[in-house]
């Protein structure tokens, strides 16, 4: 029901924010094709193109920890190299689980669907602010962006953050001053991010001259839900309620990701760029000046929620926390409604007015530079198919050698496995039906080194995915190789060896 009302939130939202009288059947059902129309059509084009099967690493650990739930352990949130725990994405994982071996494609069908909700939801919202055809542009920006078209592909949590995030400012931007429904929708979205969190508080601010100090204590109570509920999922795994924060902190700190406040304005304006690409560096400012003259109460709503997930990016350095590309693509989806504004927002002036003409041009201009870029857009998503392809290759020999017969053998009675790296331990230890702690990595002495080894091989493939951080660890001389496929390899100490079965 959770992963239902994340995802289908192009619906909901699109409804509450046309709410009308109730009319005959057919005609309500009629209103609700375009976005279902939409959000499947979308999420059916991803898949036919990119055939998708493996998740990133956040998601691949989310679907473990709903395993180790169900199967009565607690999940590992303290596990070497451990991602943030997101409480919404392990609620939603639990969705998948019956399906067994096709758990992944089904959070990876999930998540299109979110993504379908948002480029729907992103039409809806440059649709009330500006034009319909507005709204079209900026959701085919969204829906052709690679780096957000990678997000949706590999099952981040970031796009069902999205699609309700632009969700509530849709329904702000129909009902100005809305109120708890909005805040609901931020507190779904506060259970995936925390920049939920102060959004929600922003708007209570914002909110609170007028009301009652009954509506004032409602709203606070919906605000504080997400994060009550992230803090209290922490305390009873962990025992520290704040362990998202510290582990955040901890793991940047491991990988030497980039958490310094001075380097926040370079990489945050990189950040944007490589999301949004060329031509709308410039089309945005353009759509921009367009609002700020036209449409300033709309293009303020839009720009409030830019420079507050903005800010939180700024200021998540100071907490320890990394500088990341998704932690922006919000903000990056937000700044494309006004690319639409740029190119068709002068059907918004008068017919014969001098400013329609010259913003008629202007918007042809924007646009211009669009399907200059079309080539450079066409041969990145070619890229981005073909490193897809490439890592499902590493991603399939890493399951084969997980559910090998012999490994399997091995790892039954040898158990801990040791990685040489990180990365293949949430998918290892799901696809072996390990238990918590039975695999880890050696990587940073996080871990022991355990009877069993699993080192990647030297393929274009593996050299492709480590690129320069190819595992220097190695199996020790002593252990003899069980098993092996083009990509992995899996090393037993001589212990080990002989307590296999003949």
Known sequence: MVGS???AAGIFVSRMATATPPRAAPA?????LPAVATIVGVAALLYLVYDPWYLNYDARYALLWAHDLWHGFTPEYTADYAPTPHPLQMAVSSIALPF???????MVLITLLCFGALVWLVFRLGSRLFTPWAGALAALVVLTRPAIERDAVLAYQDLPFEALIVGAVLLEAVKPKRGVPVLAVLAVAGLLRPEAWVLSGLYVLYLWAGRTWQERAKLVAVALIAPVVWAASDWIITGDPLHSLHG???????NDRRRSITQVPRWGAAYLAFTLREPLILGVPIGMVFAWMYRRRQGVLIVAVVVAMLAVFAIGPLFGLPLIGRYVRTPAILLSLFYGAAVFGWQLLPKHASARRWWMGIGAFALLLSLVFIPKQLSMLRDLDQRFAADSHLYADLRKA???????AAFAVCAPLSTADHRPIPYF???????PGSVGTVRGHASPLGELF??????????????????????????????RNRSYAVFASPRCVRRLPA
């Open 402 to 408: 997980a559910e090998a017969p012999k490994v399997k």
């Open 28 to 32: 309500t059902m009629a209103r609700w």
């Open 100 to 106: 067994g071996d096709n758990a992944d494609r089904v």
């Open 429 to 435: 230890r799901f696809w072996a039906a390990g238990p």
């Open 454 to 483: 699993l080192q990647p091989r030297h393929t274009k493939y593996a050299k492709r995915f480590y690129k320069k951080n190819f595992p220097k660890a190695t199996a020790p001389a002593r252990y003899t190789r069980i098993y």
């Open 248 to 254: 955040t902190s901890e793991l940047a700190a491991s």
């Open 5 to 7: 009302a994340a995802c």
